[in-house]
């Protein structure tokens, strides 16, 4: 039993702050690389390659700005002078290697800059004098008209334009792997899709039926949720709120009560036993870690309404208890039900909690934390002892890809990349740390409305997410480039439309596929 004991001690499984994959170590970035026969790298399990990584979302470490083997850290950072000087020389050797050509892609909009008098190479599709293309979708057809509205129809500033792509390069410089992105609460922009009044309507005219119908709700929620129905639409999907219209106060009003005798019942610290004290002081840890660059999470009030709703899902799930990545499943809906109580078109970056009524703040926690209870219910295994049904979801992930694409996933492998080593967080975390927050809300919204629940389809959306990136995937031809781009994808720019399109995508693969499990099936 003692030796037992100490491997679990090790183990990536155990919830361990320190041990989270994505962020390399020092001895990880000496020069020269460990590979194995065959370029592959030495590590054939995700435990060995867990132990050249740390606590991928600790803060104040500007790591990457240090120059590899050097004694002292401290006196060898990169000045930012240098790096953006070396940024520079970057565009202007792609500007004039490049030119404008776009890259063929797997249906997606593309931002790319445009010089005057440029033109397109390499099979790709050049749009003088615009900033925006739609690029080809392989199995999928985009209609005509969505992709001629997509094309920005003025000329460019190209003073402008030069400016934004030394500034994305500048964030895409400091941005590291494995740490959330700095998020947008709203996009105005990225909602427009879904905010038309004939969607509104429809919207209205189901939900305000006697008697909802739930599948017809399921069917227009699919391909996104105006803002202004979303909040009490993600109650209904989510199976908190009945389908009776005469119901729904009485069941909102008992469940609201419901949270708060909870909360009075088990989080103060008297009523807390020794497990519960080492689940909460995990919890605290975390919290302020989630978002670091949103001003809103740094609230003292919003922190503690995310202890409280994380603590209480805990004590009700002891199968599980509280894993790391779970807090920041609770950030959709504490945004969709923050939005709802100040308004639609109210930008969050500048809210303040404490502006709110008590009886406002314990409705957006009450309600968040049903909707959250609701929605991991069908994926409860993901966060079991082992974390199982993450592990068997990486496994079919794999040999989903496999079939799908065997030249990337040769390419994968000949390189040492394991599935589990970025695929993990995207199965833990459902994707929260690969996109903007507002994409998310957007994803979430088809998830919702899946019939038969979202852990299935959330599979063949992470397939559809990484043979999005099919094309420079392929273009990677060491370990550590590899890596770097799977930790750290570029969807800072991404709207509604590339959700639109990654479920679209996902959709096809699962209709193509789903009758045909012979490649869900794990090799012995």
Avoid at 22 to 41: E, K, L
Avoid at 93 to 106: A, I, K, P
């Amino acid at each position: 039993m003692s030796s037992s004991h100490s491997d679990a001690g090790s183990s990536f499984w155990k919830n361990n702050s320190g041990r989270i994959p994505g962020r390399p170590t020092a001895a990880s970035r000496m020069p020269g690389p460990a590979v194995g026969p065959g370029g592959a790298s030495s590590s054939n399990s995700f435990q060995d390659y867990q132990e050249s990584v740390s606590d991928a979302w600790d803060l104040g470490d500007d790591e990457f700005c240090i120059i590899s083997g050097t004694v002292d850290p401290t006196t060898a950072r990169i000045s930012k002078k240098v790096s953006h000087s070396a940024a520079l020389n970057v565009i202007k050797t792609h500007r004039s290697s490049s030119g404008s050509g776009v890259e063929r892609g797997t249906g997606r909009l593309t931002e790319v800059s445009v010089h005057r008098g440029s033109s397109g190479t390499g099979g790709g599709t050049t749009v003088t004098g615009t900033m925006t293309v739609v690029e080809s979708l392989d199995g999928l057809k985009i209609d005509r008209s969505v992709a001629e509205k997509a094309l920005v129809q003025r000329q460019p500033n190209y003073e402008a334009l030069n400016h934004v792509n030394e500034n994305r390069y500048r964030q895409r410089f400091h941005a590291y792997p494995g740490r959330p992105q700095l998020l947008k609460l709203s996009s105005n922009v990225a909602s427009k899709d879904v905010e038309c009044e004939s969607k509104y309507e429809k919207f209205t005219n189901i939900l305000e039926a006697p008697l909802l119908n739930l599948i017809a709700l399921k069917e227009l929620s699919w391909s996104g949720i105006p803002r202004r129905m979303r909040a009490v639409t993600w109650r209904l999907l989510s199976g908190y709120l009945p389908t009776s219209l005469e119901r729904r106060n009485t069941v909102l009003e008992r469940k609201r009560a419901d949270y708060k005798k909870l909360v009075q019942q088990y989080f103060h610290v008297d009523s807390r036993d020794e497990i519960q004290q080492d689940t909460y002081r995990q919890i605290h840890i975390d919290v302020p870690r989630m978002n670091p660059h949103v001003s809103l999470f740094q609230q003292k009030l919003v922190q503690e309404m995310f202890e409280r709703i994380l603590f209480i899902w805990a004590i009700r799930h002891p199968a599980s208890g509280y894993v790391q990545g779970i807090n920041d499943l609770v950030t959709p809906f504490f945004i969709v039900f923050l939005q709802e109580s100040v308004g639609a078109e109210k930008d969050l970056e500048q809210c303040q909690l404490g502006d709110l009524s008590l009886e406002q703040r314990d409705i957006i926690e009450a309600d968040s934390f049903w909707c959250l209870s609701k929605f991991l219910d069908c994926i409860q295994d993901n966060y079991i002892f082992a974390q199982l049904g993450i592990q068997e979801k990486v496994n079919q992930l794999k040999e989903l890809i496999q079939r799908i694409d065997g030249t990337l996933h040769r390419h994968l492998q000949s390189h040492g990349v394991d599935y589990l080593q970025f695929s993990f967080r995207w199965m833990n975390n459902l994707l929260t740390r690969e996109l903007p927050l507002y994409c998310t809300i957007r994803l979430w919204d088809t998830y919702l409305a899946e019939s038969d629940g979202f852990a299935v389809f959330q599979l063949y959306v992470c397939a559809a997410f990484l043979l999005h990136w099919r094309e420079q995937l392929l273009q990677e031809k060491d370990f550590q480039g590899l890596m770097l781009l799977l930790q750290n994808l570029p969807t800072h720019s991404w709207m509604d439309s590339h959700i639109g399109v990654l479920v679209a995508e996902a959709f096809r693969l699962k209709f193509t596929y789903a009758d045909t499990p012979k490649h869900l099936e794990g090799k012995s």
